[in-house]
């Protein structure tokens, strides 16, 4: 059966030039890059090669690249060794109610051992509100953490204003860029973000891998203890293969973005279009989105039925609503949009690549009609419109 994969915002396919590039690593080249002797030392070039590399994609200067265990790794080292640098001296925090897990869920800990944490909310098109950013940061803001684009929805957030606006109050700034790096042009030159993040994974290079971006004179502290890697700020023995992967995935991306994304955005759009002309009661989630992502409600259908029926037809995505002890949340990032409830569950993202084609999004505009009706026909919603807007119940039924 073929196989159409359309979410690419959980992983990527590694590049064959990345894997190509890797391969050496494994047979040849194992030295540590740490070790005295010229082996190891022939090693160590590669790896800051793979520095340059990454720091070309994002405008910085090779000495303020991080290597780190991945995107998950670079958002807790940007929040807590900002927070652990400032020593208590500072106990306000601030960031969005549509992060990723690995952003919220650490500011959440903090709120828990008694920082104070302003989640800052957006609209119905995902759209952040830069007053109430400005109104938030007092004096004792430690950090401010906002994503530069939604994984979820591709919604875009305006980071070059954010960060102005965080740096003239005089607070740390962090960006979670892993789904902006190599999507869309990011440059830390002109930008004036402190922190930022990247996950090789997301960009066509190995998982466990990543980076975090620290700008000159950013105080942090490592997490992780133990040797004089990356400058004392992340201990361990790198991964070279992840790192050398991530540096010609990051080289890949800054020759080829503009085309490629021209490209991928144009299959996006005519996916939208399709489901938009060809599907009933369905409505599209966000507005000033990355090239490659689609999130599309479709109102009366759980998510999950979609995706199960999808993938009988070989077509993977990924749906917006996370299952928690038999009750159906639909996701922090739909609720935070204010999407009705019975929209909400019904929210499917389709996110693509550089390796997507035309025939593919042709095949699934032609099957996806065919997958709603049918599940609409079984749903016990669709003969009740007086539900639509309004919040059900979270006790229903639901088969996993
Ligand atoms: C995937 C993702 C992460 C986590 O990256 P990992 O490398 O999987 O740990 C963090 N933030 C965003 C926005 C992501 O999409």
């Not at 990454?54 to 080292?77: K, W, Y």
């Not at 925090?93 to 944490?117: C, D, M, S």
């Not at 739909?334 to 593919?360: K, Q, Y």
Request: net charge negative.
């Amino acid at each position: 059966m073929r196989q159409i994969y359309l979410d690419n915002n959980a992983t990527t396919k590694v590049a064959p030039e990345v894997v190509e590039a890797i391969l050496p690593f494994f047979n040849d080249y194992y030295g540590n890059p740490s070790s005295m002797h010229t082996f190891g030392g022939g090693v160590m070039r590669h790896v800051d090669q793979a520095r340059q590399e990454i720091a070309g994609l994002l405008g910085a200067s090779p000495g303020e690249i991080v290597f780190t265990g991945g995107g998950s790794e670079s958002d807790n080292l940007a929040i807590r060794g900002t927070i652990e640098a400032l020593a208590g001296r500072k106990r306000h925090l601030i960031t969005t109610r549509v992060e990723h897990p690995a952003v919220r869920e650490v500011f959440h800990h903090y709120q828990k051992n008694g920082y104070q944490l302003t989640e800052l909310t957006v609209d119905g098109s995902g759209a952040l509100d830069l007053d109430e950013l400005e109104q938030s940061i007092t004096p004792d803001t430690a950090l401010v953490s906002v994503m530069w684009a939604n994984n979820e929805t591709g919604v875009i957030f305006p980071i070059e204003k954010v960060a102005q606006i965080v740096k003239a109050k005089g607070s740390v700034f962090h960006t979670d860029a892993v789904q902006a790096a190599g999507k869309i042009p990011i440059d830390v030159s002109r930008v004036p973000v402190d922190l930022l993040t990247v996950s090789g994974h997301k960009l066509h290079a190995p998982k466990g891998v990543g980076v975090l971006y620290v700008r000159k004179g950013t105080k942090l502290a490592p997490l992780i203890l133990g040797g004089h890697q990356e400058k004392g700020r992340r201990a361990g023995t790198e991964n070279v293969p992840g790192v050398v992967g991530l540096g010609r995935a990051a080289a890949l991306a800054s020759t080829w973005m503009s085309d490629e994304n021209t490209r991928v955005r144009h299959l996006r759009d005519k996916l939208e279009r399709g489901i938009v002309a060809s599907c009933k009661d369905v409505r599209v989630n966000g507005k000033d989105r990355l090239p490659n992502t689609l999130n599309v409600s479709f109102e009366f259908i759980e998510g999950e039925a979609i995706l199960l029926m999808l993938d009988d037809l070989g077509i993977c995505a990924s749906s917006g609503s996370a299952c928690a002890s038999g009750s159906l949340e639909p996701s922090h990032v739909m609720r935070a949009m204010g999407v009705p409830f019975t929209a909400a569950h019904g929210s499917i993202r389709f996110s693509l690549s550089r390796f997507n084609t035309e025939d593919e999004i042709d095949y699934v505009i032609q099957q996806l009609p065919g997958v709603t009706n049918r599940l609409r026909e079984l749903s016990p919603f669709a003969d009740a419109p007086a539900w639509q807007g309004t919040p059900l119940a979270h006790d229903h039924d639901h088969e996993h």
